[in-house]
């Protein structure tokens, strides 16, 4: 089975009960996640073995934390225990025409204050086949950045395929650079890179053309020109998907995705997803299945058709996690998908 490794923050979510809201809240419900983290789930869900790398604070509630992410079988081993806090983020669910909010409360985490050198990149890519990263990692600090751009030079080295989600939060570019020029170093050393409608435009300027985003067009045929941009302003890139949604409102989505190779554009099917339990993780859990799809061999259609049908999915599970089997979406993907109870 394929060895995949991933670094980022995995911080507290702090949710208010049901879909109330932040000044409604007189308790919280408590989960942990983080892009990188729900990835390393997602596939550890899958059967493969993953790595994941970050850093803790050394108390109780970096063990909570730990003790969170080992019990779904990511390898925990390489998690630094330093810094004196983990990250948070609150998340207000939205529903029906009200969105979701998320205030961040991250500053000064045991990850940002990661510096180069601390990761032995060398021991964490040993018999490692694929590493995966996004574009928050970079965001949240110059030591967070440093590090990344010495693990995938490092993987590059060692012949690892690299994967990245670009991924652009505009709340934490904060630390003096901006997402193009850091991004740019990283994405050098990439092979396959994923994002959604907005992602390219806010990180490096490249727009879908003909296309209206903030109108939720999902002319799929109109992002290969963001494929293509991408891949010839980054040679060593393979492949480029791109995730589309359309947002009727925040219970109601219609979702779906494209891969291109440079040469072929797959589309997937789209899904119509109402009635949502929680979007958040939704594009982590798309990156575990396009990377769990070509690390098992399956077309570059079929790895599609799984990514995007697990994310589905995820939009049915609460908290950050994909909490989803293969056969669940292997049924979703070759199947009607009507939700009917098994027997």
């Known amino acids: 089975m394929a060895t995949v490794v991933t670094y980022g923050e995995i911080m507290l979510r702090l949710t208010p009960p049901g879909f109330e809201r932040f000044v409604q809240a007189r308790s919280f419900d408590v ?12 596939l550890a869900n899958y059967g493969m073995d993953v790595r994941f790398v970050t850093a803790l604070p050394p108390h109780e509630i970096g063990d909570a934390c730990e003790n969170f992410i080992r019990q779904h079988g ?25 969105g979701s909010k998320v205030i961040y409360d991250r500053a000064n985490s045991s990850l940002a204050e990661i510096k180069p050198g601390d990761v032995d990149w060398g021991a964490v890519f040993d018999g490692a086949d694929w590493f995966h990263w996004t574009g928050i990692t970079p965001a949240i600090s110059a030591g967070t950045a440093e590090v990344l751009q010495e693990a995938v030079e490092a993987a590059s080295a060692a012949g690892v395929s690299v994967s990245c989600d670009l991924n652009y939060r505009s709340k934490l570019w904060k630390w003096g650079k901006s997402a193009g020029e850091v991004m740019e170093g990283l994405v050098a050393h990439t092979d396959y890179a994923i994002g959604n409608e907005e992602d390219a435009d806010k990180v490096f300027g490249i727009r879908p053309e003909g296309v209206d985003v903030e109108a939720g067009d999902l002319d ?43 040469e072929t554009l797959h589309q997937a099917k789209e899904y119509d997803i109402t009635h949502i339990v929680d979007r958040v993780g939704g594009g982590d859990s798309f990156c575990g299945g396009l990377i769990y799809g070509l690390l098992a061999g399956k077309s570059d259609a079929d790895a599609l058709e799984f990514a995007v049908a697990a994310s589905c999915l995820k939009h049915t599970v609460y908290g950050d996690f994909n909490l989803v089997t293969v056969d669940e979406v292997e049924k979703l993907a070759g199947g009607p998908g009507t939700g009917r109870v098994q027997r």
Not at 31 to 42: D, Q, W
Not at 83 to 98: C, K, N, S, T
């Open 31 to 42: 989960v942990y996640g983080g892009g990188e983290a729900n990835v390393a789930v997602s």
């Open 74 to 98: 990511v390898d925990t081993s390489y998690i630094l225990r330093q810094g004196d806090r983990l990250g948070i983020y609150f998340l207000e669910m939205g529903a029906v025409q009200r």
């Open 220 to 262: 799929a045929a109109a992002y290969e020109s963001v494929c293509t941009q991408l891949m010839d302003r980054f040679p060593k890139l393979k492949k480029v998907a791109i995730t589309l949604r359309s947002s009727v409102s925040a219970s109601h989505n219609r979702w779906s995705g494209v891969l291109y190779d440079g």
